[in-house]
Protein backbone atom coordinates (compact mmCIF):
# COMPACT_ATOMS: atom_id res chain seq x y z
CA UNK A 1 0.00 0.00 0.00
CA UNK A 2 1.01 3.69 -0.93
CA UNK A 3 3.91 2.19 -2.82
CA UNK A 4 5.02 2.37 -6.65
CA UNK A 5 4.84 -1.18 -7.85
CA UNK A 6 5.25 -2.08 -11.60
CA UNK A 7 3.70 -4.73 -13.14
CA UNK A 8 4.39 -5.81 -16.46
CA UNK A 9 6.14 -2.45 -17.26
CA UNK A 10 3.07 -0.73 -16.09
CA UNK A 11 2.54 1.38 -13.29
CA UNK A 12 -0.01 0.96 -11.01
CA UNK A 13 -3.33 3.39 -9.35
CA UNK A 14 -0.65 3.16 -5.92
CA UNK A 15 2.04 5.47 -7.90
CA UNK A 16 -0.33 9.11 -8.49
CA UNK A 17 -1.76 7.77 -5.11
CA UNK A 18 1.55 8.42 -3.38
CA UNK A 19 2.16 12.04 -5.14
CA UNK A 20 -1.22 13.03 -4.01
CA UNK A 21 -0.19 13.18 -0.87
CA UNK A 22 2.85 14.75 -1.54
CA UNK A 23 1.29 17.74 0.73
CA UNK A 24 -0.63 17.96 3.74
CA UNK A 25 -3.92 15.92 3.38
CA UNK A 26 -6.65 16.73 6.17
CA UNK A 27 -8.50 13.71 7.09
CA UNK A 28 -11.65 14.46 7.75
CA UNK A 29 -13.34 11.65 10.29
CA UNK A 30 -15.93 10.96 13.13
CA UNK A 31 -13.09 8.08 14.11
CA UNK A 32 -9.38 8.48 14.24
CA UNK A 33 -8.05 5.25 13.18
CA UNK A 34 -4.59 6.90 12.11
CA UNK A 35 -3.97 8.23 15.73
CA UNK A 36 -5.37 4.95 16.90
CA UNK A 37 -3.17 3.10 15.01
CA UNK A 38 0.25 5.52 15.79
CA UNK A 39 -0.82 4.98 19.38
CA UNK A 40 -0.64 0.96 19.22
CA UNK A 41 2.69 -0.16 21.33
CA UNK A 42 2.84 -3.14 18.99
CA UNK A 43 2.11 -3.69 15.42
CA UNK A 44 2.21 -6.90 13.44
CA UNK A 45 1.48 -7.59 10.09
CA UNK A 46 0.23 -5.39 7.78
CA UNK A 47 -0.35 -2.70 10.07
CA UNK A 48 3.05 -2.41 10.60
CA UNK A 49 3.65 -1.79 6.91
CA UNK A 50 0.89 0.71 6.49
CA UNK A 51 2.35 2.78 9.51
CA UNK A 52 6.06 2.85 7.94
CA UNK A 53 4.26 4.30 4.90
CA UNK A 54 1.83 6.49 6.66
CA UNK A 55 4.32 8.11 8.28
CA UNK A 56 5.98 9.25 5.23
CA UNK A 57 2.69 11.81 4.61
CA UNK A 58 1.76 14.73 6.46
CA UNK A 59 -1.68 13.74 7.59
CA UNK A 60 -3.64 16.09 9.57
CA UNK A 61 -7.09 14.44 11.35
CA UNK A 62 -10.13 16.80 11.84
CA UNK A 63 -13.01 15.80 13.94
CA UNK A 64 -16.01 15.73 11.62
CA UNK A 65 -18.82 18.34 12.67
CA UNK A 66 -22.49 17.95 12.82
CA UNK A 67 -24.34 17.27 9.44
CA UNK A 68 -28.01 17.10 8.69
CA UNK A 69 -28.76 13.28 8.32
CA UNK A 70 -30.46 14.03 4.58
CA UNK A 71 -26.81 15.14 3.58
CA UNK A 72 -25.38 12.06 5.28
CA UNK A 73 -27.53 9.76 3.11
CA UNK A 74 -26.91 11.61 -0.01
CA UNK A 75 -22.95 11.13 0.68
CA UNK A 76 -23.71 7.41 0.82
CA UNK A 77 -25.82 7.40 -1.55
CA UNK A 78 -23.23 9.33 -4.08
CA UNK A 79 -19.87 7.00 -3.09
CA UNK A 80 -21.58 3.34 -2.32
CA UNK A 81 -18.81 1.09 -1.06
CA UNK A 82 -17.51 -1.69 -4.20
CA UNK A 83 -18.99 -5.06 -3.54
CA UNK A 84 -15.23 -6.10 -4.01
CA UNK A 85 -14.27 -4.38 -1.44
CA UNK A 86 -13.55 -6.27 2.35
CA UNK A 87 -14.83 -5.33 5.82
CA UNK A 88 -11.80 -4.98 8.27
CA UNK A 89 -12.31 -5.36 11.90
CA UNK A 90 -8.33 -4.31 12.41
CA UNK A 91 -9.40 -0.42 13.56
CA UNK A 92 -12.43 0.03 16.01
CA UNK A 93 -15.07 2.29 15.50
CA UNK A 94 -16.71 4.72 17.86
CA UNK A 95 -17.73 3.47 21.21
CA UNK A 96 -21.12 3.65 22.37
CA UNK A 97 -21.88 4.08 26.50
CA UNK A 98 -24.85 3.44 27.96
CA UNK A 99 -26.00 4.97 31.20
CA UNK A 100 -28.72 4.37 33.19
CA UNK A 101 -31.26 7.54 33.64
CA UNK A 102 -32.47 7.28 36.59
CA UNK A 103 -35.67 9.18 38.02
CA UNK A 104 -34.94 12.32 39.92
CA UNK A 105 -35.42 12.23 44.17
CA UNK A 106 -39.37 13.49 45.67
CA UNK A 107 -39.63 15.73 48.19
CA UNK A 108 -43.15 16.00 49.58
CA UNK A 109 -43.42 18.71 52.49
CA UNK A 110 -46.04 19.94 54.62
CA UNK A 111 -46.30 22.69 57.42
CA UNK A 112 -48.28 23.27 60.36
CA UNK A 113 -49.41 25.44 62.71
CA UNK A 114 -51.71 25.77 65.79
CA UNK A 115 -52.36 27.82 68.84
CA UNK A 116 -49.85 25.49 71.06
CA UNK A 117 -47.48 24.74 68.67
CA UNK A 118 -46.30 24.67 64.64
CA UNK A 119 -44.54 22.02 62.91
CA UNK A 120 -42.92 20.68 59.69
CA UNK A 121 -42.86 17.19 57.82
CA UNK A 122 -41.02 16.26 55.14
CA UNK A 123 -41.10 12.95 53.14
CA UNK A 124 -38.21 11.73 50.74
CA UNK A 125 -38.16 9.26 47.82
CA UNK A 126 -35.70 8.26 46.43
CA UNK A 127 -35.03 6.99 42.79
CA UNK A 128 -35.39 2.98 44.23
CA UNK A 129 -38.46 4.09 46.20
CA UNK A 130 -36.42 3.93 49.38
CA UNK A 131 -38.41 6.67 51.85
CA UNK A 132 -37.11 9.05 54.37
CA UNK A 133 -38.87 10.40 56.51
CA UNK A 134 -38.31 13.67 58.70
CA UNK A 135 -40.54 15.51 61.01
CA UNK A 136 -39.60 18.84 62.96
CA UNK A 137 -40.91 20.80 65.72
CA UNK A 138 -40.41 24.27 65.29
CA UNK A 139 -39.06 26.55 67.87
CA UNK A 140 -41.08 29.67 67.50
CA UNK A 141 -45.26 30.03 66.73
CA UNK A 142 -46.14 31.14 62.85
CA UNK A 143 -48.77 31.76 60.89
CA UNK A 144 -49.47 28.50 58.45
CA UNK A 145 -48.05 29.99 55.42
CA UNK A 146 -44.26 30.54 57.44
CA UNK A 147 -44.50 26.98 58.26
CA UNK A 148 -45.21 25.96 55.19
CA UNK A 149 -42.06 27.52 53.50
CA UNK A 150 -40.15 26.36 57.29
CA UNK A 151 -41.12 23.29 55.76
CA UNK A 152 -39.48 23.56 52.13
CA UNK A 153 -36.75 24.86 53.62
CA UNK A 154 -35.65 22.34 55.71
CA UNK A 155 -36.42 19.73 52.92
CA UNK A 156 -34.20 21.78 50.53
CA UNK A 157 -31.56 21.91 53.06
CA UNK A 158 -31.75 18.59 54.01
CA UNK A 159 -31.20 17.90 49.78
CA UNK A 160 -28.04 19.74 49.55
CA UNK A 161 -26.72 17.94 52.74
CA UNK A 162 -26.89 15.12 50.80
CA UNK A 163 -26.13 16.23 47.51
CA UNK A 164 -28.87 15.59 45.32
CA UNK A 165 -29.05 17.38 42.00
CA UNK A 166 -32.52 16.65 40.48
CA UNK A 167 -35.58 17.05 42.51
CA UNK A 168 -39.50 16.98 42.17
CA UNK A 169 -41.15 19.16 44.81
CA UNK A 170 -44.34 18.40 45.92
CA UNK A 171 -46.68 20.66 48.25
CA UNK A 172 -49.93 21.11 49.24
CA UNK A 173 -49.74 25.06 49.59
CA UNK A 174 -51.11 26.24 46.85
CA UNK A 175 -49.25 29.85 47.87
CA UNK A 176 -45.66 28.85 48.29
CA UNK A 177 -45.96 26.67 45.10
CA UNK A 178 -47.53 29.17 42.69
CA UNK A 179 -45.10 32.27 44.25
CA UNK A 180 -41.70 29.88 43.75
CA UNK A 181 -43.15 29.24 40.48
CA UNK A 182 -43.27 33.09 39.76
CA UNK A 183 -47.11 33.00 38.80
CA UNK A 184 -47.79 35.50 41.70
CA UNK A 185 -45.59 38.23 43.53
CA UNK A 186 -45.37 37.87 47.32
CA UNK A 187 -47.08 40.74 49.14
CA UNK A 188 -46.70 39.83 52.62
CA UNK A 189 -43.87 41.31 54.33
CA UNK A 190 -43.28 38.82 56.62
CA UNK A 191 -43.12 35.54 54.33
CA UNK A 192 -40.50 37.52 51.85
CA UNK A 193 -37.50 36.72 54.16
CA UNK A 194 -38.97 33.00 53.55
CA UNK A 195 -39.40 33.52 50.02
CA UNK A 196 -35.59 34.34 49.39
CA UNK A 197 -34.17 31.63 51.43
CA UNK A 198 -35.98 29.15 49.59
CA UNK A 199 -35.00 30.54 46.33
CA UNK A 200 -31.31 30.47 47.47
CA UNK A 201 -31.59 26.54 48.38
CA UNK A 202 -33.60 26.10 44.81
CA UNK A 203 -30.51 27.81 42.89
CA UNK A 204 -28.39 25.14 44.42
CA UNK A 205 -29.72 22.25 42.70
CA UNK A 206 -29.15 21.78 38.85
CA UNK A 207 -33.36 20.91 38.11
CA UNK A 208 -36.30 21.49 40.26
CA UNK A 209 -40.05 21.06 39.34
CA UNK A 210 -42.37 22.24 41.82
CA UNK A 211 -45.80 20.82 42.26
CA UNK A 212 -49.38 21.47 44.09
CA UNK A 213 -51.33 18.50 44.93
CA UNK A 214 -54.12 18.16 47.56
CA UNK A 215 -53.83 17.36 50.55
CA UNK A 216 -55.07 13.80 50.16
CA UNK A 217 -51.87 12.99 47.89
CA UNK A 218 -49.98 14.38 50.84
CA UNK A 219 -50.92 11.93 53.69
CA UNK A 220 -47.28 10.77 54.59
CA UNK A 221 -46.22 14.88 55.13
CA UNK A 222 -49.43 16.03 56.50
CA UNK A 223 -49.21 12.72 59.43
CA UNK A 224 -45.60 14.16 60.29
CA UNK A 225 -46.00 17.47 60.94
CA UNK A 226 -49.27 16.58 62.79
CA UNK A 227 -46.97 14.64 64.97
CA UNK A 228 -44.74 17.37 65.03
CA UNK A 229 -46.81 20.05 65.87
CA UNK A 230 -48.57 18.50 68.99
CA UNK A 231 -44.92 17.46 70.26
CA UNK A 232 -43.00 19.71 72.68
CA UNK A 233 -39.66 20.13 72.19
CA UNK A 234 -36.68 22.87 73.35
CA UNK A 235 -34.70 24.67 71.00
CA UNK A 236 -32.09 21.83 69.22
CA UNK A 237 -33.96 19.07 71.01
CA UNK A 238 -34.45 15.91 69.05
CA UNK A 239 -36.79 12.50 70.12
CA UNK A 240 -36.42 9.25 68.61
CA UNK A 241 -40.25 8.29 67.63
CA UNK A 242 -40.06 4.88 66.98
CA UNK A 243 -42.90 3.16 64.43
CA UNK A 244 -43.47 -0.78 64.35
CA UNK A 245 -46.24 -2.69 63.35
CA UNK A 246 -48.59 -4.13 66.50
CA UNK A 247 -51.12 -5.93 67.59
CA UNK A 248 -52.65 -5.40 70.71
CA UNK A 249 -54.80 -8.40 71.05
CA UNK A 250 -54.18 -11.86 70.84
CA UNK A 251 -55.38 -13.59 67.97
CA UNK A 252 -57.94 -16.32 68.94
CA UNK A 253 -57.77 -20.21 68.11
CA UNK A 254 -60.20 -19.83 64.93
CA UNK A 255 -58.19 -16.23 63.70
CA UNK A 256 -55.19 -18.43 63.59
CA UNK A 257 -56.85 -21.16 62.23
CA UNK A 258 -57.88 -18.95 59.00
CA UNK A 259 -54.72 -17.28 58.76
CA UNK A 260 -52.32 -20.38 58.53
CA UNK A 261 -55.27 -21.38 55.95
CA UNK A 262 -54.69 -18.71 53.78
Not at 16 to 33: C, E, Q
Not at 104 to 110: A, N, Q, S, T
Not at 236 to 244: D, I, R, Y
Not at 246 to 252: D, I, Q, V
Request: aromatic letters at 10%; a negative charge.
Amino acid sequence: MCAQEIEDRKETALYYFSRTLAHTVHVISKADPIKYILSRPVLSGRLAKWIIFIKQYDIVYVPQKSEKGQEIADFFADHPVPPEWELSVDLPGEDVFYIDILPPWEIYFDGASRQDGAGAGIVFLSPERHVLTYSFVLTQLCSYNMAEYQALILGLQIAVELELKDLDIYGDSQLVISRLLGEYKVKKEDLIPYHRHATKFLEKLDTTKLNHVPRSANKMADALVGLAATLTLGAEETMFVPVCNRWSLLLTEKKLKMRKLT
